[in-house]
């Protein structure tokens, strides 16, 4: 993207479309939460100090978005009109500068000079009909080339704040109509008494807009395809009164496009079961609709068999369906899926009836495209976590098993982890060292992921730079390096080393410990010690601090556990007793063989639903 910049005293200020648009989604010069949401994952993608949600008035830009900008501006959430998101609202397009003071148009402008910007990179803000209302921006105070991947993340998040400006106004523009279905469900029942017809037509109106508003509002808070499909049941309830809403996503698979139906979480439908992926040439009404990109109505069975596969016409039959209606689910840059209702009974959709779902299609299929894109990230994110687990070594001389349990919360991706790897240069005969360690970063999100993996990364490294290994001085370096680079690394960790007891049996435990829960062994006699000693938990704010280290010999057939606080904590309970529960567990089935005992203290002890990470690593002398 290259920079577009009108000349001098080509800008102009917001037409009124633009201000009513802003004042429906109800932004002002105040934070809002959603708008700061998108700030702050834009610092955070981008690497930037700054980022800003700037809308225009006629006067000055307003930012409701903002992370970043130092006081006064941050105070105001205001700048004046010569803001460089004028550049953006004038022409349209994303202003991508990477060094204004080398820019001879930019380096003088009133808004470089204020809020010192150096490098900038700003996306349009647009409404349904394409309308600019202000954008999205990125600012650093260095020179920088904004990377094609940074440009595409700006962009991604621009459209996702885009989203969610236009179901704002949206909701804002049914709210201002529900005055007028209101006078007019008064009006029908006050001909009540003359008309019978009339008063269904008025009925049939309520539910319309009811349907309108409760899409408006319950889609608006949706955060993944499952909660989109959950509130569809219960959104359809009075329109139609329809048997069954189903939503069919498009995927391609193995290169070509099919439709996946989502399933209901708590409820079993044959249909989701019997047919849960559709190819888009079936002839099928679903498929119909998103290959010809347009509402299909099947009104009875004739219908079905006169235009459909006898396939088609199998499965319905099986379901009890006699009308059905599917609507194509239009995302702001392709066809998302379909929408499916379907009736058990002959159902006649009036012209009402279907602009109201037509409508409500358009507010499921923008929950469906924000919905889209964050389960796409927290995809992703999810499987680099997992990635980053590795396989235990193999080792002949101690056992090993893992346990990694995420998060039910499939928004939470946390920093939990464990690693068990071998050291170099063991004496000829001799079993090789083993280190190992159990660590929980603080925070669950993406941020927290992507430092677990570096400090996992570190930690290794710096244990390998430092022979003969201590624990406490390969931690200590963490500590040194993540200070210096500076990566924000706060959370607690168990590092530790296994040796071989020479010319005796069992092995030599060396252990630190930075403020993690405390590691259990259990002995052959089935007494388990808690291993309390420990230092402070890693923290930027800490500073350097000294790191200890602690030994003791772990005779054969003891078992050592270390685990994260997810196993032992839970809202309302104190984690003592988790421990103490976890001490007991270990104390009658510590004897099991590993995989076993590691499954049973999970099963045991973790929530059935966890709302944070688990994570079990059990070490046994043969």
Known sequence: MAEQIRKPGTETGPDAAQQQAVRLAGLSAAPDADMDRFTRLVT????????????????????????????PRAGDRALPSHALCRYVVSSGQPLIVPDARANDRLRTDPAITALGVVSYAGMPLTDSDGLVLGSLC???????????????????????????????ILSAQRRSTQKVLETARATAEQARSDA???????????????????????????SGLED???????????????????LLVAEKVADKQELRRIPHPDIVYAMEQEVPLLPADAAFPSARAFRERRTVFVPDRQGLVADH??????????????????????????????????????????ITERATLTAASGYIAQAVERALYLDERISVARQLQEAMLTDLPLADHVETSALYQPSAN?????GDWYDAYHLPSAPSGQPASLMITVGDITGHDMHAATVMGQVRSM???????????????????????????????GGTLVHARLDPVHNGPGWNLTWSNAGHPPPLLRTPDAHVTLLTEHDILLHQDFGPSHRTEHRLTLP???????????????????????????????????DEPLSHLVRRISKRLADPHPGDDVVVLAVRVP
Not at 228 to 246: E, I, N, Q
Not at 463 to 486: G, I
Request: with cysteine.
């Open 44 to 71: 955070r993608l981008l690497r930037v100090p700054v980022a800003l949600v700037s809308l225009m008035e006629r006067d000055r830009v307003i930012l409701p978005g903002m992370t970043g900008l130092p006081e």
């Open 138 to 168: 990125a600012i650093d105070h260095r020179p920088r080339t904004w990377t094609d991947g940074e440009q595409r993340d700006l962009a991604d998040l621009t459209a996702a704040c885009s989203a969610e400006l236009r179901l704002r």
């Open 196 to 222: 019978e017809r009339l008063e269904h037509e008025a009925q049939a109106g309520l539910d319309h807009a009811e349907l309108l508003l409760r899409a408006s509002e319950e889609l608006a808070q949706t």
């Open 228 to 246: 989109v499909r959950r509130r569809l049941r219960d959104l359809f309830s009075g329109v139609g009164k329809p048997a069954y809403v189903g």
């Open 309 to 350: 596969s006898p396939e088609a016409v199998a499965v319905f039959d099986r379901m009890g369906f006699s009308t059905v209606l599917c609507l194509p689910l239009w995302g702001s840059r392709a066809l998302l899926g379909v929408l499916a209702i379907c009736w058990t009974k002959p159902h006649q959709v009036s």
């Open 410 to 414: 499939g928004n939470m991706i946390g």
């Open 459 to 489: 930690l290794r490294q710096a244990t390998l730079d430092h022979p003969p290994y201590s624990p406490a001085t390969a931690v200590t370096a963490l500590e040194a390096a993540c200070a210096v680079l500076p990566i924000e690394a």
């Open 556 to 590: 054969p057939h003891s078992t050592l556990l270390l685990y994260t606080d997810g196993l032992v904590e839970h809202p309302g309970h104190d984690i003592d007793a988790g421990i103490a529960r976890l001490v007991s567990l270990l104390a009658r089935h510590g």
